[in-house]
């Protein structure tokens, strides 16, 4: 009976891909929310044994784009557009982290 209850709250906790799926998306607000998209891409191409295609994550990522992000992906030179590595620094470029706040509630620089 264990081994049952064991079983139903995994089945519970695991987000599905389907559920995955439907919630990664991009809209260029910040760089927080571009390193969470950068994270939930590679988390989704590994789950789906994707993670050694950068040409998948590439499709997939894009197809992800919404707002902002999408007008700045339109404008990135071509060669960008076509590689993963490329686009992923290019991303991280356009979108700095946002740092937190220290003790002292002043943001630290990000130069």
């Known amino acids: ?39 939930a891409i590679r988390d989704l191409a590994f789950t789906k044994g994707k993670d050694e295609d950068p040409n998948w994550m590439l499709r997939y990522a894009t197809s992800r784009l919404r707002h902002k992000a999408l007008r700045w992906h339109a404008k ?12 992923v620094q290019a991303l991280f470029e356009e979108y700095p982290l946002v740092e937190e706040r220290d003790e002292g509630g002043i943001a630290t620089p990000l130069w």
């Open 1 to 39: 009976m264990a081994d049952a209850e064991h079983t139903l709250v995994l089945a519970q906790t695991v987000p599905t891909p389907a559920l995955i799926n439907a919630d990664i998306v991009f809209r260029g607000n910040d760089g927080n929310e571009c390193e969470a998209f950068v994270g």
């Open 76 to 87: 990135l030179d071509p060669s960008i557009r076509k590689d993963w590595d490329l686009f």
